[in-house]
């Protein structure tokens, strides 16, 4: 099952402190721009898991992935995102240096999932592994958890080729549940009035959800072993 969580960007209101009404004009152009490609960008990335997603489910009589999200970076974002680097808002430091304008996120039932899909991604000639963070060996001091790749892909249009860079973020039902909780609790909420003790919490919950994750990978592999699988 796919899930778009893309949002279109708003290009009519742009106001960017010390720019021209024109240089804001420009920006908004190219932003058409830039949204049409790394949508294209998005639908071929989603469209080779898929056919990947169906093989291993041929052959396994099972699908490693749950559901896939994707979606395109807000403006806001971008610009907060340049801004806080010390870049200058433009369109040519946008394909320089934001390469999570497309992201793409894959939840799979378990941990074995998820280096499955990873491995199945990389190993197609066409992809080209830019990063890849491993947040599941090495989790961040807060808990999180995820498997994430920069790769960049060929996009074909009439006239050209473009090679466009996605994120793809992979976890289990569990690290996305945790994930998408903490975000409510660390960013959509003043930190300043956070009770205390609610950091260690979220990081011991975090834990917690781990094990469950481990136990419940330990189990299938028992069930499976049973079976002769």
């Not at 970076?73 to 870049?87: F, H, M, P, Q, V």
């Not at 989790?139 to 050209?160: A, C, D, M, Q, T």
């Not at 960013?187 to 011991?204: Q, S």
Request: aromatic share 6%; hydrophobic share 40%.
């Amino acid at each position: 099952m796919m899930v778009e969580k893309t949002n279109r960007p708003s290009l009519k209101n742009i106001h960017l402190p010390n720019s021209t009404p024109q240089q804001e004009k420009e920006l908004a152009q190219g932003m058409v721009r830039v949204n049409h490609l790394y949508r294209s960008a998005l639908k071929v990335a989603v469209a080779q898991m898929e056919i990947l997603d169906e093989e291993f489910a041929t052959l396994n009589d099972r699908s490693p992935i749950h559901h896939i999200e994707y979606r395109i970076k807000t403006l806001d974002s971008i610009i907060d995102k340049l801004r806080r680097r010390g870049l200058e808002v433009s369109i040519d430091n946008i394909y320089a240096h934001i390469q999570d304008v497309a992201g793409i996120r894959v939840i799979c039932s378990f941990v074995d999932d998820i280096y499955s899909v990873a491995n199945m991604l990389v190993s197609q000639d066409d992809i080209t592994v830019i990063a890849i963070k491993d947040y599941i060996k090495n989790p961040k001091p807060n808990g999180y958890r995820s498997y994430h790749l920069i790769i960049e892909i060929p996009v074909f249009f009439s006239e050209e080729k473009k090679n466009l860079r996605v994120e793809v973020q992979i976890r289990t039902i569990a690290m996305d549940f945790w994930a998408s909780l903490e975000h409510d609790v660390r960013y959509k909420v003043d930190k300043t009035r956070l009770p205390a003790g609610i950091n260690e919490e979220m990081l011991a919950c975090a834990d917690r959800i781990a094990e469950i994750d481990r136990k419940m990978q330990d189990m299938y592999r028992r069930i499976k072993a049973a079976e002769g699988k």
